[in-house]
């Protein structure tokens, strides 16, 4: 079956641009993560989907970034006045919740962002 | 604040032997722990994980791992190491801070085997 999908693969910016990742979950997962992993890291938490609601966002760095899932499927990561440093893979998972938190995670492939 | 270690960047071992991916933790609370595997130019893949119950887990392609609570740790083993088990392995703890489901992910450990 189709897997986690996420567009673009690869998205190259200028400083201060704006740009949107989109995420795509599995059919049925209400539960949506995204992540940000630098080169030589380990995925790093930034914001948790619980239906359409941000059930956890505590790992967003700032104000520039934001996420939506406005239907409860597909996610969206929008990052204002992009800096160098946001360069980096960004992840997005699904999950089924059937009442348990601990479900294993699906991930996508991950947008390879690179700002100029 | 929760963490988890992995202490070595890459794990040499020849193929057919035992091999073992050392994950230690730190957090408040029960924790639920995931080893997660990446290939080169895919996206992360579940292996297994511990939720509560026997110490001993078992998950995808033979391989599995223990929860030690006294020390702490959640290493990654198989009995014998496949040529086509290199890859980058992530371990992840998952509990509850602050009233927010924090997951943190270790900094990965590359597996090299050795045909």
């Known amino acids: 079956g189709a897997g986690v999908s996420q567009t673009p693969s690869n998205k190259v910016t200028e400083k201060g641009k704006y740009v949107e990742l989109r995420c795509d979950p599995i059919?049925?997962?209400?539960?949506l993560y995204w992540y940000r992993q630098s080169l030589g890291q380990g995925p790093e938490f930034l914001i948790y989907?619980?239906?359409?609601?941000?059930?956890?966002d505590s790992g967003l760095p700032n104000d520039r970034f934001f996420a939506v899932r406005p239907e409860g499927s597909v996610s969206t990561l929008k990052i204002q006045r992009t800096e160098r440093g946001d360069s980096a893979v960004y992840l997005c998972?699904?999950?089924?919740?059937?009442?348990?938190?601990?479900?294993?995670?699906?991930f996508g492939p991950g947008t390879r962002l690179t700002v100029l | 604040a929760q963490s988890v270690a992995q202490p070595e960047d890459q794990v040499n071992v020849a193929e057919g032997n035992p091999l073992t991916v050392k994950c230690t933790y730190s957090?408040?609370?029960?924790?639920?722990l995931f080893w997660y595997v990446q290939y080169p130019n895919r996206g992360l893949q579940f292996l297994l994980k511990?939720?509560?119950?026997?110490?001993l887990v078992k998950g995808s392609y033979g391989f599995e791992a223990e929860f030690n609570k006294s020390q702490t740790s959640f290493h990654l083993k198989k009995p014998s190491a496949l040529v086509s088990d290199s890859a980058l392995y992530f371990c992840a703890v998952r509990a509850v801070v602050g009233g927010y489901q924090k997951v943190t992910f270790g900094t990965g450990t590359k597996l090299q085997v050795i045909p």
């Open positions: 059919s049925g997962h209400t539960a």
């Open positions: 511990y939720i509560t119950g026997d110490n």
């Open positions: 957090v408040s609370g029960n924790p639920y």
């Open positions: 989907f619980q239906g359409t609601g941000a059930a956890d």
């Open positions: 998972a699904s999950s089924f919740y059937g009442g348990s938190s601990y479900n294993e995670q699906f």
